[in-house]
């Protein structure tokens, strides 16, 4: 199979793959760095990353901050070729349930991270953490309610869109918070239908966004591959 880069604004990544954020000591710079050099993105959890820091018990934002940059600096070394290049992409995965969430998000920009993807949670005032920098921004949503929201907001407050979306359902996998029955139904027929649609309501409510500011919004489903 031949497959088409994935492009985010200037970046782009060889694969059209993205690996999830999964947190405490999962998605480290181990998985997200071995991503990247394939081409894909790679992404690196901050929840709770900095637990191997010693003074991860009483200084744990320190210590999470401070993490940020070593694996992000870690992964990178694991993704670069023999002469330096690198044909994936690198990120992190924040959730907006954090404490002092736009610590993180200005940590993981000023860092020198490529992308930052953001759920648990509406992530409306991104945009104000990462302003004057390059680093390209996503949310992730599971209906066309979450990204109206998010996306007018962005607009509204901030003269600005998403550089790319990601789509998160029942089939994503994960703690997703949804119910048990919601979950015992998910390959019946019908909600197959149900849940494509969605996502079809989700594109073009992007698309909207697309047109205004002139530009391509990727959108990433998670779990599956369409």
Known sequence: MEW???VIGDKKARLPLIQGGMGVGV??????GAVAKEGGVGIISSAQIGFREPDFEKNTKQANLRAMRKELERAREIAAGEDGSCSGLLGF????AFHDYGDYVREAAKAGADVIISGAGLP?????????????IAPIVSSEKAAYLILKTWDRRFHRTADFVVIENAHAGGHLGFCAETLEHIYEEGYDRGYDLEIQKIIACVK????????RIPVIVAGRIF
Request: glycine share 6%.
């Open 4 to 6: 088409k880069e994935l």
């Open 93 to 96: 995965n924040i959730m907006v």
């Open 27 to 32: 998605s480290l710079s181990g998985l997200a």
């Open 124 to 136: 409306l005032a991104m945009p104000e953490y990462v302003e004057g920098t390059e680093i390209k």
């Open 208 to 215: 909207t966004y697309e047109k205004k500011y002139n530009v």
